[in-house]
């Protein structure tokens, strides 16, 4: 069985790498800033004991307040993975830097949520609309979309 | 005097037998040789994610019979497993031993069409194909009288299965599973050293190991790349920790390797639902659940190891009778991710086998 890493204990580590990175720590999850996104993120990758070299999935939810990212990182060597989430608070250009360095499993989704969310990932090589048209008015998964008719 | 030459673009599909369904690859060519491509697609998108929020849980069933519709009951068993999970609902054991011998029949049913497509694309025109499609139609009629459809069945319930397995089934399904083994040995053997296959399959389309992982490709794509990981026993759901099977990988990631852990799945798929059927017990195939319900405010991921990948389904409740977010992993878009690595250097004919090779379903790419 694949094991969930707990977030608390995770939280404490990074909290000694990289001090003020972490808002919130859950036992199933991990709530980070978005400027150290890519800290963590590579943190978690490189480092032996966590290993996470799959990125399993990510999403984004649109709580109207903030925009959330939600990242399923696994490690396939270890058989454990962690839900990694970051918030954007900025509705007009949300904009969350990309993680496509360090795995490209990033590549489509991360383009599937510029498309359908409107966040802009910075560092993404081909940031553009992917299932809608160019010219699609707005974001439809956004809780304020009003397209349609 | 040197003859001057310069690439251009083809643009190959979205309407075109090859691309399985409507998908496009706008490719630049240097003669006969792929030098750039970049996939679009999106042409079957119906916002089933959107659509999904302004329906009950229940009510969105049936949109996951939508998304690989080759692999429907996948769609189900995913979806239903994540609510379960978000709403901490209880499977009676009949329902879970039901649960697994459609899954495994899904499977087989699914790789049937994948290899026989693939063999399409190879240029073994529709013999191969009709073969599977007639061993398919065996499981269509299985699934037909179980749920009275033959493509999207909506059988599967938070809880169980929608209704029992009527009484004809049983022996049908003995029937089917003891001619399987015979029918894929046929055609292994029919196949597997084929002179032409090697040829055309044979170290085209590498998908290297460390970027099968990158990419966060799943299924007989990343196994074909030699890693040993299936859901199925790396993060067990449902009742697969009982049973024996083994999980096969390939070693060099090119299209035969794909082909070939299709091939080997079908018969572990064959031994799971033995072992299945040997241990169904009596009892009920449902738990109660309220119609229109409402798990408790938080969320849930749920997985499985559907036929193309891994299919997971990421939901938000907010304690109203529809999902406040509704997201799908879908396999068969995550696995595109790499196909133009796999792709450049190599000719047209050989970036549609590429192409056919990682086994996507368009419905479940543009959802």
């Not at chain 1, 359908?116 to 560092?123: A, E, R, V």
């Not at chain 2, 309407?15 to 792929?34: A, D, I, K, W, Y």
């Not at chain 2, 049973?243 to 090119?254: A, S």
Request: aromatic fraction near 10%; hydrophobic fraction near 40%.
């Amino acid at each position: 069985m694949t094991v969930a890493l707990s977030g608390k204990e995770i939280a404490a580590k990074l909290e000694k790498q990289f001090p003020g990175s972490v808002i919130e720590s859950s036992e199933d999850s991990l709530l980070i800033k978005p400027e150290s996104l890519l800290d963590v993120a590579s943190f978690l990758k490189t480092t032996p004991e966590f290993n996470c070299d799959y990125l399993t999935t990510i999403t984004a939810v649109d709580y109207r307040d903030y925009f959330e990212a939600v990242y399923i990182l696994t490690s396939l060597e270890h058989n454990h993975s962690l839900k990694l989430k970051t918030r954007c608070h900025d509705r007009k250009n949300p904009s969350l830097p990309s993680v496509f360095s360090l795995w490209r499993a990033a590549d489509l989704q991360e383009r599937e949520i510029f498309d359908l969310f409107g966040i802009k990932f910075d560092g993404h090589p081909n940031m553009k609309r992917i299932v809608l048209w160019e010219g699609f008015p707005g974001h439809p998964l956004r809780k304020d979309w009003q397209g349609g008719n | 005097m040197a003859i001057k030459t310069e690439s251009f673009v083809l643009n190959f599909g979205p309407q075109h037998p090859s691309t399985h369904g409507v998908f496009r690859m706008r490719m630049t060519l240097n003669g006969e040789v792929v030098v750039d491509m970049e996939p679009v697609f999106g042409y079957l998108h119906r916002g089933i994610e959107k659509v999904a929020e302004e329906r009950t849980y229940k009510q969105n069933i049936p949109f996951t019979d939508r998304l690989d519709y080759l692999a429907s009951m996948a769609g189900n068993l995913a979806y239903c497993l994540a609510v379960e999970k978000l709403a901490d609902i209880p499977v009676p054991e009949r329902a879970e031993h039901i649960r697994v011998i459609i899954a495994e029949l899904q499977r087989i049913a699914s790789h049937l069409i994948a290899v026989g497509a693939f063999l399409n694309d190879c240029g073994a025109f529709m013999t191969p194909i009709l073969y599977m499609i007639r061993e398919r139609e065996k499981i269509l009629d299985l699934f037909e009288m179980v749920s009275g459809q033959r493509l999207t069945y909506n059988f599967m319930r938070f809880g169980g299965v929608s209704q029992d397995i009527p009484e004809e089934f049983m022996p049908a399904l003995e029937k089917v599973i003891a001619e399987m083994p015979g029918f894929i040995d046929e055609y292994d053997r029919l196949l597997a050293e084929n002179e032409i296959l090697l040829a055309r399959a044979k170290g085209v389309g590498i998908l290297p190991k460390e970027l099968a992982i990158n990419i966060g490709a799943s299924g007989p794509v990343l196994r074909g790349s030699g890693v040993k990981w299936d859901i199925r026993k790396a993060d067990s759901y449902s009742i697969y920790d009982r049973f024996e099977f083994e999980i096969p990988t390939g070693t060099v990631g090119d299209c035969y390797d794909r082909y070939r852990v299709r091939i080997q799945e079908m018969r572990q798929s064959v031994r799971i639902i033995k072992q299945a059927m040997e241990q169904l017990p009596e009892g009920e195939v449902l738990t109660e659940v309220p119609l229109r319900l409402r798990p408790p405010k938080g969320e849930a991921y749920g997985r499985i190891e559907a036929p193309k990948g891994e299919l997971g389904f990421y939901l938000v409740s907010d304690y109203s009778p529809n999902p406040y977010r509704f997201h799908i992993r879908a396999p068969s878009l995550i696995n595109l991710t790499a196909l133009r690595d796999m792709a450049v250097g190599w000719k047209i004919a050989d970036a549609i086998i590429t192409f056919g090779s990682i086994d996507i379903c368009m419905g479940e790419v543009d959802r």
